[in-house]
């Protein structure tokens, strides 16, 4: 045996090597094909320069206007996060395969594939077909996309119990609601609320994003903004959102808190 | 039905696989008192033995007389009803970790409230009365508030002990209570499920892997191999004659 010899530790892989270089090919096509160059990169700058330019200072011309797309959005955002998490509930538990048969997972993860398929935007412009322009699209909208999210991660941490607690519920003659309000709440109910907080986070953010498309908040008084080139307040209204936002994540995290808090048994 | 028999199996079966048996036609009578210790090997179906009495695994053939009612036939309403009656202690204790303790005994009355009345937390007066006098019996007055996960094994089991106890139970059933505890709190533990047994005058079943803990603390030995039983009687009729013959060899006895 020869002990210089070099022995690969790691043996080479064509296939993986030949993957790489695929790739950067196709990267390299497909920026080609759509046009996406240097050249096009440096004029935008100064594009951007002047539209940023024109963004500063901030003015709020309509503060009417933007107050009410604020107040709007934010109970598009709260409405939606509660009838999504109060409909996701049910959903979740039927989804879960490891309590329920299989005649009730199937409809119920159908419905909650069909809420995950579509970006909430694609979900607003159906609701503001159906429905007509205004906040109920939106809060249509969101709530769907809440019950998809809530419903699917509700359904895996369902899944991921153990089985011996709810044994032990059932062995007492406890009935079905009972099991599962001792034996797999109590084991799911710190996810939920976590998934809970993130989903009325995302809500919030989605809901400034729902009335570009006619269906409620402040989006739509940003891009009548844009459409107007009223940079200036264009940038008041971004400002607003950020500040929006910042208080959301305060609030998620309070509620965050406060059930937590409740949640856990409070010791002597 | 005598008064003196709670519980009478007849030719008892179970098969997870087909063909493959873990309960070859079990026959046994269990009278109303008394503690019966169930030993035999691991994979013996000691275990499916005792969670075919309260139906956690369904029998293939045979029946379950409790007080004259046959389990094994019963299905929906009638069985959680059945299975008020029958507690269970488990070897892992099976609490819900995130719940209180006194969560986790008022939990052996659920097959008694109402849903609603469950989610609040709204028990009768007399519930909670007994509830503090079984932490009292097992020894953990002072814990009613502490979560099932912040105690140590020995205090879950009590725990789990009080859980089956509140359920008013006709008769107490454990499957292995003792094996993830050390020697001297399965001697405490054991104790406790014999006591608890006298006081509330109900039979108790137990599966154990311990031959001395069962002689120490059994009324009667069943000793099962292969399925089946292969003695049943006394812990002082109990010689190493059986237990080669329950558990095969004898280099183990020395």
Known sequence: MSTRGARAAFPASWWTRAGWVLLAAYVVYAGARLDFTWERFLVGLDNGARFIDRMFPPVIVQPDSLANGLVESLQIALLAS?????????????ASRNLMPVWATWPARIVI??????HPVIVAILFVKAVGFGAMAGILALMVASVGFIGKLFAEAIEEISLKQVEAVRATGASFMNVITYGVLPQVFTRFIGFATYQLDSNLRNSTMVGIVGAGGIGGTLFSAFQRFDYDFVAAILLSIIAMIMVGEVLAGWVRGVFLEKGKVDGD | MAATTALVLRGLSMEYVRGKPVLRGID??????????????????????????????????????FHGQDLARLRGEALRHARRRIGMVFQEYNLVERLSVMENVLSGRLGYVSPWKAWMRKYPQEDIDRAF??????????????RADSLSGGQRQRVGIARAVMQRPQLLLADEPTSSLDPKTSVEIMELMRDIGRRQSIPVMVNMHDVELARRFADRIVGMSGGAIVFDGPPGDLADDHLKGIYGGEGWLQ
């Open chain 2, 28 to 65: 046994l009578e269990v009278g109303t008192e008394g503690l019966t210790a169930i030993i035999g090997p691991s994979g013996t179906g000691k275990s499916t033995l005792i969670r075919c009495i309260n139906r956690l695994v369904d029998p293939t053939a045979g029946e379950i007389l």
């Open chain 1, 82 to 94: 509660f009838l999504g998490i109060v409909i996701s509930l049910p959903v979740g538990l039927l």
């Open chain 2, 133 to 146: 006098e079984l932490l009292e019996i097992v020894g953990l007055a002072a814990f009613p508030n502490q």
């Open chain 1, 113 to 118: 594939a069909l809420c995950r398929s579509f």
